[in-house]
C-alpha cells in the first residue's frame, strides 16, 4: 500500500493526439497532461471529458472468436 509521502502516477489516453501520458496537475475543468511524441516532451492542458484514464496498460491481444482465418 502507498503511503501518503509516494506519488500516484496516473496513466491516461488522449485520442485526438493518439498518445498516452501522465496527469502532472488535475483541475476542475481541465488537467495538464504531460506526453513524449517523437522523442519531443509536452505539457498540454487537456479538458477534463477529452481524456481516458488508463487502468490498465499491457500489450494487446487477439480475440480469436473474431478474427477470420
Sequence with gaps: MASNDEEMIEYVYIPD???YGTI???????????????GIGYTIEVPNDEYIT??????????????DF
Excluded at 30 to 37: A, G, M, N, V, W
Design 17 to 19: 493526439e493518439g498518445v
Design 54 to 67: 488508463v487502468d490498465e496498460i499491457g500489450v494487446g491481444y487477439i480475440d480469436e472468436e473474431e478474427d
Design 24 to 38: 502532472v496537475r488535475y483541475g476542475a475543468f481541465t488537467s495538464l497532461i504531460e506526453y513524449f511524441d517523437g
